[in-house]
């Protein structure tokens, strides 16, 4: 139990000649994707090899045998989750990709034992191998501020954390500046919310801060619902200790005594970790009563979600805190004046409160010359889609589109073309060709309709039908909408059947007004800010793709030839032979003819499955 200063700075030398006697150290991805690609087996194939050679190892900073052990540790994601599993070899910076359990000894005998790289495993492009993590392309262009630790300690270990010059922000704070202090500091970054609305942070801590009440509460709102985002998801499963800590010093700030992480149940690893960094955190005196024998006194729980999407949004979240039914309410009050148990309460997601260590550490002005005035610091962002390089970056506020999708992401798939990019999730829109050297920040995005939501980015190429995507995100949040105000869920609803008409080749004209109208009066009605952008996608589409709408409403034609009821399939009757192999593996009988003669396909019949292409040696079946 840590009870001074001195404590933990005695501590913290401790932990940094543990492991600073680790002199190589190897590092396993144990974030979800790795794990579901079997990185913990490699894990296991390691040490099982290790303790067969007789090699000196630690596997922790609390048991550390004598001399210089090989380190092994389960890290959090590196977030090259296209590539995993992943290795990384300190300190050399070795990083191997997509490692098999067969790989593990030749890495042993290479980079342990000897001091060599297996160039096989390393990332390589165009016959150009990258022996070193930091000089491949995927993270040469990012600053990682929030993601720093990520991969590079063990996810489990406070000490390794602590020894990294983790609780050092705390620890500044509690002894050498008040509270009004570390509000200056935040204030003076201009740090704002990275949960997707860009509330300037010190502006919610300081109305919390203000507020006379018995009790004030500090929650973290982990229930990251968009589909193509796993950012909060990473910062927990990797680094939960710099959240704590972000969330520590919130309540110091504001006078709280009580904090909640608010995370899904879908994100079990992320559940076990955060749970682990507090039992840890509380048995060094970190959270509970008089943390490190100061005044403050504050402690965290865990409470977690059935997956709703709309419990993101704030007074759904904290009604689900309370065990009521996760629906949002009218405000005001807002939730720094009522929110949980009705006290005054700062939400901030993950994102945010693992941003406050090191704007207390480096100062606010640091933190501000990171990106554009009015959006200083970085922004983490889950890349997916038709993409090269698919994972987790992390790039300063600013960063163009183009540098993102083509200099970290690697470029489109396949030699395709870009065409759009839906950012922010099911309440963010799509950006466009013509958008990709927009600077990617709060404001320029808003500019052009988009937001940067809690950072997914979803890109997709030249074969990508920009109705169904309306479709998908229309079909997402109408299922989600918890149903309270008539405006999300009728209208939604609406919405979701008028797309699914015109994917369905049975648009009327009319029908791409009637999406304007019914998304207008939503955004204008809705109650909370779900319901009020559940539309941005269909709007941005009919902006920027209205005449790909047209072309399945009138033409009864998809473009790409993604829409499966408007694909139009015939015989061409100067390449067919009368093989009657289509016919054959028609499931419908919709293809008749004669042998040696031309068959026919009946539209009315066929289901448009392609079993007959697929069976066509003569390519004389094709597909419009």
Request: aromatic letters at 6%; a negative charge; glycine letters at 12%.
């Amino acid at each position: 139990m840590l009870k001074c200063r001195e404590d933990l700075q005695n501590i913290r030398s401790l932990y940094q000649a543990r492991l600073e006697k680790q002199k190589v150290k190897i590092l396993i991805c144990a974030g979800t994707a790795c794990v579901a690609n079997g990185s913990l087996v490699l894990y296991d194939t390691f040490m099982k090899l290790i303790e067969e050679k007789g090699i000196n190892c630690a596997v922790d900073l609390e048991h550390e045998p004598e001399g210089e052990p090989l380190g092994v540790k389960k890290s959090g994601c590196h977030g090259f989750c296209e590539m995993g599993p992943l290795v990384r070899i300190e300190p050399k910076g070795y990083l191997y990709v997509k490692v098999k359990p067969e790989d593990c000894e030749e890495i042993l005998e290479a980079s342990v034992v000897s001091d060599t790289c297996v160039e096989r495993l390393t990332y390589h492009k165009g016959g150009e191998f990258h022996k070193h993590q930091e000089s491949i392309p995927f993270y040469e262009r990012q600053k990682r501020v929030v993601l720093e630790h990520c991969g590079h300690i063990d996810a489990t270990s406070i000490g390794e954390y602590i020894a990294n010059g983790g609780y050092s922000a705390l620890e500044k704070a509690l002894f050498e500046m008040t509270p009004e202090e570390v509000l200056q500091e935040v204030e003076i970054s201009n740090l704002r919310g990275r949960g997707g609305g860009g509330f300037p942070t010190a502006r919610k801590w300081s109305q919390v801060k203000r507020r006379k009440a018995e009790n004030k509460y500090i929650v973290c709102n982990g229930d990251e619902g968009d589909p193509g985002a796993f950012m909060d998801r990473s910062v927990m499963e990797s680094d939960p200790h710099k959240m704590l800590e972000g969330m520590i010093l919130a309540a110091y700030t504001c006078g709280a005594q009580n904090g909640y992480i608010y995370v899904r149940a879908e994100y079990p690893l992320a559940v076990t970790r955060l749970g682990i960094a507090i039992d840890q955190a509380r048995k060094l005196g970190l959270l509970g009563d008089h943390i490190l024998g100061t005044d403050l006194c504050f402690d965290i729980k865990i409470s977690r979600g059935a997956g709703a999407f709309v419990c993101g949004e704030g007074s759904a979240l904290t009604a689900s805190i309370e065990g009521k039914r996760g629906m949002p309410r009218v405000k005001p009050p807002r939730t720094v004046e009522h929110g949980l148990f009705d006290s005054p309460t700062v939400l901030n997601n993950v994102e945010t409160f693992a941003n406050v260590p090191a704007i207390i550490t480096n100062g606010g002005q640091w933190f501000r010359g990171i990106g554009p005035e009015n959006s200083p610091g970085t922004k983490a962002f889950a890349l997916t889609g038709n993409i090269m390089n698919t994972g987790l970056i992390e790039v300063a506020m600013g960063t163009t589109l183009r540098e993102v999708i083509y200099d970290i992401g690697g470029g489109m798939r396949d030699g395709a073309e870009f065409k759009a990019v839906q950012i922010g999730g099911p309440s963010g829109g799509c950006l466009t060709k013509e958008h990709l050297d927009l600077p990617l920040d709060f404001d320029n995005l808003k500019k052009v309709g988009a937001m940067i939501g809690s950072g997914g980015l979803v890109v997709m190429d030249d074969h990508t039908c920009m109705v169904e995507v309306a479709r998908f995100f229309m079909s997402f949040t109408q299922n989600e909408s918890c149903g309270k105000c008539v405006p999300c869920r009728e209208g939604t609803k609406r919405m979701l059947e008028i797309l699914e008409c015109i994917v369905a080749g049975n648009g009327e004209p009319g029908d791409i007004d009637l999406l304007e109208e019914l998304a207008e009066t939503i955004s204008a009605t809705a109650l909370c800010g779900l319901g009020k952008t559940a539309a941005s996608p269909v709007l941005s589409t009919i902006k920027y793709f209205r005449e790909e709408y047209e072309n399945h409403i009138i033409e009864k034609r998809c473009p790409t030839r993604n829409c499966q009821k408007l694909k139009k399939i015939y015989i061409d009757a100067a390449l067919c032979r009368g093989c009657s192999k289509c016919a054959r593996n028609c499931p419908v009988g919709a293809i008749t003819g004669q042998i040696k003669s031309p068959f026919v396909i009946d539209g009315a019949k066929c289901i448009k499955c392609g079993a007959c292409v697929e069976a066509c040696a003569f390519h004389a079946v094709k597909e419009d």
